[in-house]
């Protein structure tokens, strides 16, 4: 079924919760809706949006936004200890997530938490606490917008890398239909990143429920709620620097620089740059630098305007530039 509404203001479609508007908005429920969108659009400009949990709506949107409501979950055994869940591209993922957590079912419990739709986590390859979402995709259905035709992408396909995928690129030829994820019934839990197994108590018994609450307890204790103040969470990308570079930065800092290590290189907080860089509740207008975890950008007012949003980020890129040398990479799309 689809629905189409005219001059529609976006505020509530992006969780920064900035009132922008485009031209036309279209929600479909099935997959076999998009041939007669595709009809509708004709040559006119469009975008598909999940949640709107990584968007900053710089100014209206001329043109249509899609929303899918496929909200369909199909979950079938992959051989004794494996289970392939073929998840709608409308379906919450925390909620999703929660169910799997529910009935003891391994592989996307770290990403807890995180706003979205299942389609934007193979577009946004979202991830945290040392798991992306494309570690666990096994494939993505998707529509063909420029040639109208079902196309199926296997996970080599989709090019997943760090806050990534070919989906980010072709933004405007694919439209996610189905996102099919490969989970465990088998306990395989990822812990030894950002002080993960410190939050579990000794005596607790490890479950995807417990690793979930666990992530749930540490986001909440730095993140602002989304649905309390509007944010598009992490707003930058950790910056992933060179072996010099690195030991330059130990030089500069007088404290240890936290890292990771990629390959040969290293990477480097964001919100720790941040930090040093002084910047921490840094706001202009209703647009601030949340406290608690400098790598967002909050609209803290709650009537904060994109201009205002923007000129708080290009006053962190311009610090962290001039104080280490560093260019910081925004992760949140910037839609114009």
Same mark, same amino acid.
């Given at each position: 079924?689809?629905?189409?509404?005219?001059?529609?203001?976006?505020?509530?479609?992006?969780?920064?919760?900035?009132?922008?508007?485009?031209?036309?908005?279209?929600?479909?429920?099935?997959?076999?809706?998009?041939?007669?969108?595709?009809?509708?659009?004709?040559?006119?400009?469009?975008?598909?949006?999940?949640?709107?949990?990584?968007?900053?709506?710089?100014?209206?949107?001329?043109?249509?936004?899609?929303?899918?409501?496929?909200?369909?979950?199909?979950?079938?055994?992959?051989?004794?200890?494996?289970?392939?869940?073929?998840?709608?591209?409308?379906?919450?993922?925390?909620?999703?997530?929660?169910?799997?957590?529910?009935?003891?079912?391994?592989?996307?419990?770290?990403?807890?938490?995180?706003?979205?739709?299942?389609? #934007?986590?193979?577009?946004?390859?979202?991830?945290?606490?040392?798991?992306? #979402?494309?570690?666990?995709?096994?494939?993505?259905?998707?529509?063909?917008?420029?040639?109208?035709?079902?196309?199926?992408?296997?996970?080599?396909?989709?090019?997943?890398?760090?806050?990534?995928?070919?989906?980010?690129?072709?933004?405007?030829?694919?439209?996610?239909?189905? =996102?099919?994820?490969?989970?465990?019934?088998? /306990?395989?839990?990822?812990?030894?990143?950002?002080?993960?197994?410190?939050?579990?108590?000794?005596?607790?018994?490890?479950?995807?429920?417990?690793?979930?609450? #666990?992530?749930?307890?540490?986001?909440?204790?730095?993140? /602002?709620? =989304?649905?309390?103040?509007?944010?598009?969470?992490?707003?930058?990308?950790? /910056?992933?620097?060179?072996?010099?570079?690195?030991?330059?930065?130990?030089?500069?800092?007088?404290?240890? =620089?936290?890292?990771?290590?990629?390959?040969?290189?290293?990477?480097?907080?964001? #919100?720790?740059?941040?930090?040093?860089?002084?910047?921490?509740?840094?706001?202009?207008?209703?647009?601030?630098?949340?406290?608690?975890?400098?790598?967002?950008? =909050?609209?803290?007012?709650?009537?904060?305007?994109?201009?205002?949003?923007?000129?708080?980020?290009?006053?962190?890129?311009?610090?962290?530039?001039?104080?280490?040398?560093?260019?910081?990479?925004?992760?949140?799309?910037?839609?114009?």
């Amino acid at each position: 079924m689809i629905t189409r509404l005219q001059d529609y203001n976006l505020r509530t479609a992006n969780t920064f919760r900035l009132d922008a508007r485009c031209d036309e908005w279209i929600e479909y429920t099935s997959a076999e809706d998009l041939p007669a969108i595709r009809a509708i659009i004709g040559d006119r400009r469009y975008m598909n949006i999940g949640q709107g949990a990584n968007l900053l709506f710089a100014d209206d949107f001329r043109g249509i936004v899609l929303q899918s409501k496929i909200l369909d979950v199909e979950i079938t055994p992959d051989g004794s200890d494996a289970l392939l869940a073929r998840v709608g591209a409308g379906v919450s993922m925390d909620a999703f997530i929660a169910q799997c957590a529910s009935q003891s079912v391994w592989g996307l419990e770290n990403l807890s938490g995180i706003p979205g739709h299942a389609g #934007a986590s193979a577009v946004q390859n979202v991830g945290a606490y040392g798991v992306e #979402a494309g570690d666990r995709i096994v494939c993505v259905e998707a529509y063909d917008m420029t040639i109208g035709e079902y196309v199926e992408f296997g996970h080599d396909d989709c090019r997943f890398a760090y806050r990534d995928s070919i989906f980010k690129h072709e933004r405007n030829r694919y439209v996610i239909t189905y =996102v099919t994820y490969r989970l465990s019934t088998v /306990p395989a839990p990822v812990l030894d990143y950002g002080h993960l197994r410190k939050s579990l108590s000794e005596d607790c018994i490890l479950s995807p429920m417990a690793v979930r609450d #666990a992530v749930l307890a540490m986001r909440s204790a730095k993140l /602002p709620e =989304v649905d309390e103040i509007g944010s598009a969470g992490s707003f930058f990308k950790n /910056p992933v620097v060179s072996e010099a570079k690195f030991a330059e930065l130990r030089r500069q800092s007088d404290t240890d =620089v936290p890292h990771y290590r990629v390959g040969e290189d290293y990477k480097i907080p964001a #919100a720790w740059l941040i930090d040093q860089c002084g910047l921490k509740g840094y706001s202009i207008g209703g647009a601030k630098v949340w406290e608690l975890q400098p790598l967002i950008i =909050v609209n803290a007012s709650g009537r904060a305007t994109a201009a205002e949003i923007l000129a708080v980020e290009a006053h962190v890129l311009r610090q962290v530039r001039d104080t280490y040398g560093i260019e910081l990479q925004p992760e949140v799309d910037h839609i114009y």
